[in-house]
């Protein structure tokens, strides 16, 4: 007698995940005013590109505020070094990948999805002029949560990869700032 395949529960559990996040991804992607949010998200994304944040390390270097310069570069070279491992590790498709006939408004410029390296970036940055300028936290975040948006809007990310870089740049910020990686 054939047995029946059950995955163990944590595959489901996963299985589950993956599922919630491409019915999510879907529905956004059949918004009603999709061209216009698509529009917008290009100009979003491309505040997280990396140009802004090489001129802003430049400026701190130039106006010798030489921890914040610090605090930058170390932050990007352990966030790059972890996205590099983790995109390695996953492997996870990215929306045009992973569902049939769905096309992105962008080309992605790696392969994998897992997680947003905008997103982390952008969450890192603001997690490291919030510390040293507190008053502009309430631009800063709001700011990285859009960019995360735009990600998935321009179809090259799903939500939780967007989670996973959330969570990653703001720990990366944490862990150079208390001692933790030296």
Known sequence: MLK????????????SIHQADVD??????RMRY???????????????????????GVYFILTQQWPIAQVMALC????RLFYKVFKTLFKR???????????????????FSFPSGHTSAAFMVSC??????PPL??????????VGAARVTLG????????????????VFYLVTSNIIL
């Open 128 to 133: 490291i002029m919030a510390y040293f300028f």
């Open 93 to 111: 498709n990215r929306p045009p990948e992973a569902i049939p006939g769905f096309k992105s408004a962008v080309k992605p410029s790696d392969q």
């Open 76 to 79: 990007f070279i352990v966030e």
């Open 156 to 171: 090259v990310h799903f939500p939780t990869d967007i989670l996973a870089g959330a969570t990653m740049g703001s720990a």
């Open 4 to 15: 029946t395949y059950k995955p163990e529960p944590s595959m489901r559990l996963l299985q």
């Open 24 to 29: 999510t991804f879907t529905w956004l992607a």
């Open 137 to 146: 936290a309430w631009v800063l975040f709001p700011w990285a949560a859009c």
């Open 34 to 56: 999709r061209d216009a949010a698509v529009r917008v998200a290009r100009v979003v994304s491309s505040t997280a590109d990396g140009p802004l944040y090489v001129l802003a």
